[in-house]
């Protein structure tokens, strides 16, 4: 499975961006797709992911500004991000795979939030 994510980009606080990322290969096997992100000296951390069916899991840091979505026929998956902090500022990853939606990951793409 390969992942391009796509998206990223400098925002004001307060602002808002969309990331996406499309899925190749086996997807077939793609029970999960999500976002991790890492930010400067910090520990990668979920962001956020969606299941078959639907289902959502966020970040509390996160919950209320961002909106994960998935278009199954594209095998692509959204990150609509709004009300933007400084604090969001991260290397963000697209993932896919199983129940944790995380054996695989892209190349990630920066998003960078400016006070």
């Known amino acids: 499975v390969q992942l391009q994510a796509f998206g990223g980009g400098l925002v004001q606080a307060g602002g808002s961006l969309r990331l996406s990322c499309t899925a190749s290969?086996?997807?077939?096997?793609?029970?999960?797709m999500g976002w991790y992100r890492q930010a400067p000296g910090k520990q990668r951390e979920l962001v956020a992911r969606?299941?078959?069916?639907?289902?959502?899991n966020y970040a509390d840091s996160v919950k209320g500004r961002f909106t994960i979505s998935r278009d199954g026929g594209k095998n692509t998956v959204y990150l609509q991000m709004s009300s933007l902090k400084p604090e969001d500022t991260a290397v963000y990853y697209c993932?896919?795979?199983?129940?944790?939606?995380?054996?695989?990951w892209g190349q990630g793409t920066q998003v960078t939030v400016s006070s």
């Open positions: 969606i299941f078959l069916g639907g289902v959502t």
């Open positions: 290969g086996s997807v077939f096997s793609l029970v999960g």
């Open positions: 993932t896919a795979g199983g129940p944790r939606a995380s054996d695989y």
